[in-house]
C-alpha cells in the first residue's frame, strides 16, 4: 500500500524558516517520478486550503499568500516531496499536510499523510 509521512514541523519565529518533508513509500521510484505532489494546510477554526502542488515535470505552483516564500521540490531518489518555508509569518500557523497521487488522478484516489503542526510566533 502506499503510504504517505510528513515531518520536519515544529516552532518557528516571525521571518524565520522551516523545511517540511514529505516521505512516500509502498512504490518503487519509477511510480513515484510518474507521481504529483501537493500541500494543504489547516488553521484552528478554519477551511483546510490548498499551499503548493508539484508535477512529475517538476513544475511547480503556489497559493497566493505562499508565493514567493515557499519552495516546493522533489527527490524522486528518495521518494521525497519538500517544502520549504521562509519568512513565515503567524498567518503561516497551521497543520500541514502532503498528498501523493498519479497525476491525473481524482482527490479520492490521493493517498494522505497524517500532518505536521507549525507553528509561528509573532
Known amino acids: 500500500q502506499v503510504r504517505v509521512a510528513e515531518s520536519g514541523g515544529g516552532s518557528a519565529e516571525n521571518g524565520g524558516a522551516l523545511r517540511l518533508s514529505c516521505i512516500v513509500s509502498g512504490i518503487s521510484r519509477g511510480t513515484f517520478s510518474t507521481f504529483c505532489g501537493r500541500w494543504y494546510r489547516q488553521a484552528p477554526g478554519q477551511e483546510r486550503s490548498w499551499v503548493a502542488t508539484?508535477?512529475?515535470?517538476?513544475?511547480?505552483s503556489y497559493a497566493a499568500p505562499v508565493q514567493g516564500r515557499f519552495t516546493f521540490s522533489r527527490d524522486n531518489g528518495e521518494l521525497t516531496l519538500t517544502l520549504q518555508m521562509d519568512s513565515l509569518t503567524p498567518n503561516d500557523t497551521a497543520m500541514y499536510y502532503c498528498?501523493?497521487?498519479?497525476?491525473?488522478?481524482?482527490?479520492?484516489?490521493?493517498?494522505w499523510g497524517q500532518g505536521t503542526q507549525v507553528t509561528v510566533s509573532s
Open positions: 498528498t501523493a497521487y498519479s497525476c491525473g488522478q481524482k482527490r479520492a484516489s490521493w493517498y
Open positions: 508539484i508535477d512529475a515535470r517538476e513544475t511547480t
